[in-house]
């Protein structure tokens, strides 16, 4: 079983729309959450930690919900520019790597 | 430099040959990660140095891959014998301590024909 599954998509929304992404995890003994942004034939990057309290950035919101081990991405407004790939990321308590989901691909259509 | 700066960016070789990557991480971050990603798949982990030594190499698919971070600084991939399944492009990442956010290179796209 994978460490970390997202639906891969494609989304492909409207300008303006609002668009939700989820990533469940399996191990329990997470302790590090975030979302990365990759570009087509770019490295990833951070797009934001997720905090268990859910935190917020401009046009997006992030939750964690422990219980059930999934973490969200809302984007609201979204722009022509958001169009690309989230990865969903865990480090697991312990363990020094990284785990990635396969990534969810977002296309903002004009 | 400002960030993660990995060479060669692309690279070709003929299968059964040596190949190494180079990944220069950021300045003071300790935690050095090389991941792999193949086309539509997230990046899957190679191996993790915190400083000089490789802390979990777990991720390394068979002994014809190597690396090291000798200095505690810039870090090598060695892959040794090529094979076509090797082509990806692997990605190199620092952080300044093991669980904070990574930092990663543009990465090296290697093509075994």
């Known amino acids: 079983r994978k460490e970390v599954e997202q639906d891969p998509g494609p989304f492909n929304v409207p300008e303006g729309a609002t668009v939700a992404f989820n990533c469940t995890y399996s191990n329990s003994a997470s302790q590090s959450f975030f979302w990365y942004r990759q570009d087509c034939r770019k490295e990833p990057k951070l797009l934001m930690s997720?905090?268990?309290s859910g935190n917020e950035d401009g046009r997006f919101t992030a939750q964690l919900n422990r219980a059930s081990q999934y973490i969200s991405l809302l984007i609201r407004d979204s722009k022509l520019s958001d169009s690309a790939t989230y990865l969903c990321v865990v480090n697991i308590g312990g363990r020094h790597q990284f785990y990635f989901g396969t990534g969810t691909s977002l296309t903002v259509i004009p | 430099g400002a960030g993660v700066s990995q060479t060669p960016s692309n690279k070709v070789t003929e299968k059964g040959k040596y190949v190494e990557l180079r990944c220069d991480p950021i300045s003071g971050h300790t935690a050095l990660y090389w991941y792999r990603q193949s086309l539509g798949q997230g990046p899957e982990f190679l191996i993790y140095?915190?400083?000089?030594?490789?802390?979990?190499d777990s991720g390394l698919p068979n002994d014809r891959f190597f690396a090291v971070r000798p200095e505690g600084s810039v870090s090598t991939l060695k892959i040794q014998r090529t094979e076509r399944g090797d082509s990806a492009v692997y990605l190199c990442?620092?952080?300044?301590?093991?669980?904070?956010?990574?930092?990663f290179g543009q990465g090296t796209r290697l093509t075994v024909v």
């Open positions: 997720v905090y268990s």
């Open positions: 140095f915190q400083g000089t030594g490789a802390a979990d």
């Open positions: 990442a620092s952080s300044p301590y093991g669980v904070a956010e990574a930092f």
